[in-house]
């Protein structure tokens, strides 16, 4: 089921997720596993390390977020790049 596009957090944004035990930096929005092909809403890195090399970036849902730390940064582009993607799942 679609999440609301609305409610996806911006890069930079912290969290917890559900089971986790460290914090998590969303990096990108929108991401396709390559290797499966499944779209998840966030990729993500450790907090507060970041990107420790190959198998340290990760996969993840809005709905496997227990709680949000920080909100990333938000301006007039986000909100263009956020109606872009609104369109295009409108199309889908």
Do not use: C, W
Request: hydrophobic residues 35%.
């Amino acid at each position: 089921m679609q999440n609301n596009i609305n409610d996806l957090l911006p890069i930079g944004s912290v969290v917890l997720l559900k089971e986790g035990t460290k914090k998590a930096m969303v990096f990108g929005v929108k991401q396709v596993d390559k290797a499966s092909e499944t779209e998840f809403d966030y990729i993500g890195v450790v907090y507060p390390e970041g990107n420790l090399g190959d198998g340290s970036q990760f996969f993840f849902n809005h709905d496997a977020i227990e709680e949000v730390f920080f909100r990333g940064y938000e301006d007039d582009e986000r909100k263009v790049f956020v109606e872009k993607i609104k369109e295009y799942y409108d199309k889908l």
